[in-house]
């Protein structure tokens, strides 16, 4: 590369100087499993024909997606336009416009303090490009050399430190690279969506059977955070859909804006939350949040309840000792009613992985009243065999004791009934905008718009 191109010129100026061609971006997370997540991008554009004083020409290389620097992690991927699936760029490809994009940018930002680009790009030219093709881990290292305004050249150095323009690019960049649109004309409008699978290592791990903390009993929400490398359009959108078991009773997105960072939160308790923003044209990266929690109608309800009735049966059957003891056979088979139904209950088919272990302590605490009434079942019924005769005082302290078994169990399921609470404030400090219905409907209105 190490020369100012065309494309180069065009997406830098496409990229920071002007974001209101892109009508509409939308990003759309969805978690398959416990290790991966499904992005869904797509963007809304009207090629223009002038940004600023500057002529666009046709054919040229618009940026429109970015792509994290992970090759082993992304995974499954679809790129289409109009006309159809097209071949996504390959990373050699994007990382060589990511370079043209960035030197751009630098080349602006030493002519502001009056140095031409032949010195830009001869003297640090390689050290921008490797800053945009090479892996993250090497990209932050040349960066922390080109910034440093103790090296030699000196005034090109201070020049890229001083604007903030080439920094925040420069630093997005070690770990992003950006995809390249060829636009042949000046069409009214474009949708191009690309998706791809994320493979985590194991973003679930501290629910792991094993580890006792409130997560696994079901008393706290699992947080999730996605990276938005580039958010500028005219609206923007960011949706999270909940796995089968599990409700989203937070989500949001921080962004970071020239005047400073803004938050702005979805509307919680739902499978499907969507965050809208207006006018963000000047908006740069930023990061989107979920807090995920299982969904309270279905195993923990009918946990709660079935506990109850378990609770209550033993203790009415520890009231009525006396009268057990000298009739058991009717109680042996009201109490045989319950193991059954509480096994059934915590191994429902259907559910995600992440809703599995979010309840596995919960679920223990359901086997474990199941094994009470089971016990509390069998001792009633040798009872009714005659070989053994117990006192009213001992079966009334031996159901007794399983009925605070299973009261503290109760209690436990009613904790993961009531927790976690709807988030009242944002993970993250920050000027902060409230969510509304109109901010919803306006959003699903303008993502109707433009589909293909």
Known sequence: MRTVTA????????????????????????????????HKLTVDITLPRQVGDMSIPVPCLAPTFMLRKAPAELTNFDYQC????????????????????????????????GIGPNRVVNELGPAIEEVATKDTLVAASVRSDLLDTSREPLDIRRALTAD??????????????????????YQPRQV????????????????????????????????????????????????????????????????????????????????RTHVYMRGAQTYRSGLGWALFRVYRGGFITGAVLSTAFVVISIGAAAAFAGSIARSPTNVTAVLLLFPGALVALV????????????????????????????????????????????????????????????ALAFVGLVFTRLL??????????????????????????????GQT
């Open 82 to 113: 109009p006309s159809g699936s097209i071949p996504l760029p390959t990373r050699e490809e994007n990382g060589r416009f990511s370079a043209e994009v960035l030197l751009e940018i630098a080349v602006k930002a030493a002519a502001r303090a």
């Open 7 to 38: 494309h180069g010129t065009v997406g830098a100026a496409l990229f920071c100087d002007d974001s209101e061609w892109i009508a509409r971006r939308k990003h759309t997370v969805e978690l398959l499993d416990d290790r991966t997540v499904r």
């Open 192 to 271: 191009l969506k690309l998706s791809f699978d994320e493979n985590q290592l194991d973003f679930a791990r501290d629910t792991r059977p094993g580890r006792l903390n409130k997560r696994s009993f079901g008393w706290e929400g699992y947080w999730f955070w996605f990276e938005l490398p580039f958010i500028g359009s005219s609206s923007y959108h960011f949706e999270v859909i909940a796995p089968s078991g599990l409700e989203i009773i937070d989500c949001g997105v921080a962004v970071e804006t020239p005047e400073g960072e803004v938050y702005k939160r979805g509307l919680g308790l739902r499978e």
């Open 347 to 406: 191994y429902r088919p259907g559910q995600h992985e992440l809703a599995l272990r979010l309840l596995h302590h919960a679920r223990l605490l359901l086997l474990a009243v199941a094994g009470v009434a089971f016990a509390v079942a069998a001792r009633v019924a040798v009872l009714g065999t005659g070989t053994e005769k117990a006192s009213t005082t001992t079966l009334r302290l031996e159901l007794a004791i399983a009925t605070c078994i299973t």
């Open 420 to 449: 976690p609470k709807v988030s009242e404030m944002s993970p993250v400090p920050g000027r902060y905008i409230e969510p509304t219905t109109s901010d919803s409907a306006d959003g699903s209105q303008e993502d109707t718009d």
């Open 164 to 185: 903030p323009q080439f920094c925040w690019l420069s630093e997005l960049l070690e770990t992003n690279c950006i995809v390249g649109y060829l636009v042949n004309d």
